[in-house]
């Protein structure tokens, strides 16, 4: 029996000193999927790493909680000491993404501040900073460094709706289309004749991506070889945002705000 247990003890303790030592340096971080480390860099690649110290690298640890999206975050990047944070998302924030800071440690109740999260970035550009590819810059002028994770943050509100777009991202969330009928029940569709009163059948209503109720309003209506061309005339509108007001006291209480660019 002594012999046995010496022959366990030798083969297990090598074992444990290896993992102790991994734990003890921090190397056992990307396997669990729940911690994440930022660190901070001072050039756009993320190649060069700032001086030592403490904010250099940040430890995101994912609360097990009702609330999803709750973090743990030692001081660093948008903390300064230990903070208890929520990721949503809300439009105007860049990336599409929002910071809420609770006092409680599940992130509960509500928020003591907020501020926006990686504003210079698209959310697409958000994904890949996420994912541990991508750069994000934090700071202006001559104090501004840049921040990359070491490990993927496994669990993010998917912001796509609400983050600015650039390049080949789609412009647009969705569409609907607004079609016309000939009858009270919207039983008929509306046809266009040679005499039609109306020259528009259809209308497609364009949601921007990342821009709250901010549509473009595109003629649809279908070209039939029965009908003459019709003049078109002022009727697509681009760029405007359903906003809520009733100056006259009449109608729906919804506006139109028109905007020169995509808002």
Not at 36 to 61: E, F, H, M, P
Not at 99 to 121: E, K, Q
Not at 168 to 190: G, L, R, V
Request: net charge negative; glycine share 8%.
């Amino acid at each position: 029996m002594v012999t046995m247990v010496s022959a366990c003890r030798s083969v297990l303790w090598p074992a444990l000193s290896w993992l102790m030592a991994r734990v003890a340096y921090g190397q056992m971080a990307a396997i669990d999927s729940s911690q994440s480390v930022l660190k901070r860099y001072t050039n756009a690649d993320c190649t060069k790493s700032g001086s030592t110290g403490d904010g250099v690298q940040q430890s995101w640890i994912r609360k097990d909680t009702q609330v999803p999206y709750c973090y743990d975050i030692t001081a660093g990047p948008y903390c300064n000491f230990r903070c208890h944070v929520r990721m949503a998302c809300d439009y105007g924030t860049g990336s599409g993404l929002k910071f809420h800071f609770y006092d409680s440690g599940d992130c509960t109740g509500a928020a003591s501040s907020s501020m926006d999260m990686a504003p210079d970035l698209t959310w697409m550009e958000a994904v890949s900073f996420f994912n541990g590819s991508g750069c994000a810059p934090q700071g202006v002028a001559d104090t501004v460094s840049y921040l990359r994770f070491l490990s993927p943050v496994t669990s993010y509100p998917n912001c796509s709706a609400f983050g600015a777009v650039g390049g080949a991202e789609a412009a647009y969330e969705t569409s609907y289309e607004m079609q016309f009928y000939s009858d009270i029940k919207c039983a008929n569709e509306y046809q266009l004749t040679t005499f039609s009163t109306l020259t528009e059948s259809s209308f497609k209503f364009w949601l921007h991506r990342g821009s709250q109720y901010c549509y473009d309003y595109v003629d649809s209506t279908p070209k039939t070889g029965n009908v003459s061309v019709r003049d078109r005339v002022g009727k697509n509108m681009m760029n405007f945002r359903l906003v809520c007001g009733n100056p006259d006291g009449l109608g729906n209480g919804i506006m139109i705000l028109p905007y020169l660019f995509p808002a």
